[in-house]
């Protein structure tokens, strides 16, 4: 049970004790110490791609035996799969190699072919959202606006109200993304720090041991 429980969390502590320390100390040990844990890092990360890749394979190949429904597609990811793996072995990854070729006429359209569908669902929802409901909704709905007209060239052509000496509307866009907009950013980004650091503290003092398996 040691082996199991204790020692996972002995190893978890020490490591996050000692590079949250290593990370306050400007002192070559601290650099020893962090680009140990790289090294180390990198080396785990390859046996963890090859497991990866061993259960990829695994999965996708029980599909294709057992005839479960889509099994088709299963054939054709791991034909791809091992088409991408010679190419990048026999012609390497660089500028002009069958492997960036394949990507770019292929993964790179296909990726832009799904994130323009997606904007017809992004669209649709930015209906539903925008609609002068309440209050809310109202602001929302005028900072969308003003915003989307300060993004585009039309934006510098909407000047009616420069008359009244108002700003243009490229700058009241630029004022709402650099302010109000902003303010939002930072304040979820702040939240999602602290979350992190107490999801850190957990792993560290062990009270966090979903890693560990089931009990």
């Not at 650099?31 to 990866?52: C, H, P």
């Not at 799904?114 to 904007?119: G, K, Q």
């Not at 209906?127 to 003003?146: D, E, G, H, K």
């Not at 934006?155 to 008359?163: D, H, I, K, L, M």
């Amino acid at each position: 049970m040691f082996w199991k429980k204790q020692l996972p969390l002995i190893i978890v502590f020490v490591m996050g004790v000692v590079m949250a320390v290593q990370y306050f100390v400007p002192h070559q040990a601290s650099e020893w110490v962090y680009n140990t844990y790289l090294k180390w890092g990198i080396t785990i990360g390859i046996f963890g791609a090859v497991l990866g890749y061993f259960s990829f394979f695994r999965v996708h190949v029980v599909k294709i035996v057992k005839k479960a429904p889509g099994w088709g597609y299963s054939v054709i990811t791991i034909v791809c799969t091992i088409i991408m793996l010679l190419a990048a072995a026999l012609d390497g990854m660089g500028t002009g190699s069958y492997y960036m070729k394949i990507y770019l006429y292929t993964s790179a359209a296909i990726n832009a072919t799904v994130f323009s569908l997606l904007a017809f669902y992004i669209s649709s929802a930015a209906y539903r959202a925008f609609r002068a409901r309440s209050t809310q909704a109202v602001a929302l709905l005028l900072a969308a606006i003003i915003v989307m007209l300060g993004r585009v060239p039309i934006g510098n052509y909407v000047s009616f109200w420069t008359a009244f000496h108002l700003p243009s509307i490229n700058a009241i866009s630029q004022w709402i993304l650099n302010v109000p907009n902003m303010a939002a950013k930072r304040a979820i980004a702040l939240g999602v720090g602290l979350g992190s650091l107490l999801m850190t503290l957990k792993l560290i003092l062990g009270i966090e041991r979903t890693y560990l398996g089931s009990e």
